[in-house]
């Protein structure tokens, strides 16, 4: 039988979110942007920091990811995102996020080492991702 949804869940570390019906789910992969329908074939693949698009019937949700993985099980026609973040538009504080790209900015410029560059590299791509969202 083919289905018109999927069944989508939500989990960061600080909230399990409700499960819900979605027509559609696009998000970057570190294999690139994928959408996952109704019915796709069993699916899993690490979400880089990137945008999330979530279509309602036709309404698209878009929410800035900090990675983590999602997961399709063809059996259930349900998608698990297991995310570092998400953020929606409303959650963006355009002021805060410019200060914390400065903060950032200044730390990675200043890096005494590889490994405290690629944390404010990262820091900086989820900052820049969320700002995206006010774009």
Do not use: W
């Not at 019915?39 to 929410?63: C, R």
């Amino acid at each position: 039988m083919i289905n018109k949804y999927l069944t989508l869940k939500i989990v960061t570390p600080e909230k399990v979110y409700d499960e819900e019906e979605v027509s559609s789910i696009t998000v970057v992969t570190d294999n690139g942007e994928v959408t996952i329908l109704p019915n796709h074939t069993e699916y899993l693949a690490n979400v880089e920091i990137s945008l999330l698009n979530i279509n309602k019937d036709g309404n698209d949700e878009k929410f800035a990811v900090g990675g983590g993985a999602i997961r399709f099980d063809e059996t259930s026609n349900s998608a698990i995102l297991i995310l570092n973040s998400i953020c929606s538009s409303d959650e963006v504080d355009v002021i805060k996020l410019k200060r914390q790209e400065d903060i950032l900015r200044n730390e990675l410029s200043s890096a005494k080492s590889l490994n405290e560059q690629k944390i404010a590299e990262r820091n900086l791509r989820e900052i820049l991702n969320r700002l995206s969202l006010k774009n």
